[in-house]
């Protein structure tokens, strides 16, 4: 076994039999290398958490984003200690380039490459990761026509992809470099220290964030009929919108989409940015109900 992969050690010594006190043995390893995600996993929920934790489950049925997206941030899945042994005993394999355990998630191949070390997996895993990706499968398709759905299917593949071809770069070196096929000017730029992308929660949920943008384009958001369109754009809670990265990528997606669509070209995309800045202005001076308006009166510029 290679030195780098051990986890703990301890001394041995020679006891007396009635001496049945165990060794403590602290386990301790920090490896940032992120190995390579199996291809049958993207597309899928289970891609960034496997609900295996029942703190987590619990969470599941609360009502509002903002107390999900609160709890994530402070959540400790290393302190459950029946799931640290089920992922402990299959670690080897959850930790392998190309994982097809039944266990392996983002989430779960994080924690046994970090034991011990203190650093926490991203909550954008968990929160916008999982729970958004089960939402909008649950609660958006069946209001999607049959193209929307295809659009559903094909934007949670790239989504995941670009996280996939993101980590690749950052493994290599310090740009990361994620292509937008239809759109190259919403290619995505960033510089992050080697092999550091994952390990900061902050800049990790940016750089997923702004991958959105040319996921959903490229997977045709521009040729939606339009009832799609406004059910898109109006699915996430509006919590979620009060995020100003989540203002971000709707208002670049939403500009392209509406050249795109070429209604009124320059007009439609000047009145559509003037829309865009008064929600944010609501966002921050008026509260939830005036975003809600805000963000009805950008998405009517893509009619």
């Known amino acids: 076994m290679a030195t780098d992969d051990i986890l703990g050690a301890a001394d041995a010594a020679y006891t007396p039999t009635d001496d049945t006190q165990p060794v403590a043995v602290n386990l301790h390893i920090c490896d940032k290398e992120v190995p390579s995600a199996n291809a049958s996993f993207l597309g899928n929920c289970e891609f960034y958490y496997r609900p295996l934790h029942d703190e987590f489950i619990d969470k599941t049925g609360v009502a509002t984003w903002e107390t999900i997206r609160a709890w994530a941030t402070r959540w400790n899945p290393f302190d459950d200690i029946d799931v640290m042994r089920r992922l402990l005993a299959n670690r080897d394999v959850l930790i392998a380039p190309d994982s097809t355990h039944e266990h392996w998630s983002r989430h779960a191949n994080f924690m046994m490459r970090h034991i011990g070390c203190g650093h926490q997996p991203p909550d954008y895993y968990i929160s916008y990761g999982y729970y958004y990706c089960y939402t909008y499968g649950e609660r958006l398709r069946p209001r999607l026509s049959d193209q929307g759905g295809d659009w559903l299917d094909e934007a949670r593949y790239l989504l995941q992809r670009n996280i996939e071809l993101g980590l690749k770069d950052n493994m290599k070196g310090e740009e990361i470099n994620v292509v937008c096929r239809r759109y190259p000017n919403r290619n995505v730029q960033m510089a992050v220290p080697k092999q550091e992308l994952e390990t900061d929660k902050a800049t990790f949920k940016t750089f ?75 966002r921050v001076n008026e509260g939830v109900g005036a975003v809600e308006q805000a963000l009805s009166r950008l998405m009517n510029h893509l009619r």
Request: no cysteine.
């Open 208 to 282: 997923a964030f702004n991958t959105h943008v040319p996921a959903y384009l490229d997977a045709g958001l521009a040729d939606l009929p339009i009832n799609d369109l406004m059910r898109i754009g109006t699915q996430p809670n509006v919590e979620e919108w009060l995020d100003g990265e989540t203002w971000n990528q709707a208002i670049d997606s939403g500009i392209e989409v509406a050249r795109d669509k070429a209604i009124g070209a320059r007009d439609a995309i000047s009145s559509g940015a003037q829309a865009a800045a008064e929600a944010v202005n609501a």
